[in-house]
């Protein structure tokens, strides 16, 4: 005798989604751009140092270069 219940699909299945975010993202998305741009940029000679890294209280920093991709696409964006 056969099922007669509707089942849900299998969670644990990997077809869902894909295997990184960047596949969510075409080719052709400013994203692309903004993260290839800050990338290039030397943050010691804009004056981004490890010297605030230095507490030992609360968590870890950001990356100054995530923060920065962060606002750029905000500005972009016009989120405020």
Not at 24 to 47: H, K, Q, T, W
């Amino acid at each position: 005798m056969g099922n007669i219940y509707i089942t849900g699909l299998n969670r644990k299945q990997q077809q869902f989604f894909p295997p990184s975010i960047d596949e969510y993202l075409s080719d052709d998305n400013p994203v692309r751009v903004i993260d290839e741009y800050v990338e290039l940029l030397d943050m010691a000679e804009l004056g981004f140092t490890k010297a605030s890294l230095n507490s030992y209280d609360g968590r870890p920093a950001y990356h100054p270069k995530l923060l920065l991709k962060i606002y750029i696409y905000g500005y972009l964006n016009k989120i405020t």
